[in-house]
């Protein structure tokens, strides 16, 4: 389980990095990859 909780919060840390620096163009790209991801996570819970 701690491998699985750290991993999402490094996601969730990436994500907010990517949040400031991409510019709105980007990040409706970008959205649909994090909800692939983040929903992998939640499969994995």
Known sequence: MH???????NVQRMVIAE?????DTMQ???NEE???TFDNIKTMN
């Open 3 to 9: 491998i699985i909780i750290n991993a999402a919060s």
């Open 19 to 23: 949040d400031v620096i991409l510019n």
């Open 28 to 30: 409706e790209n970008c």
């Open 34 to 36: 994090k909800k692939k």
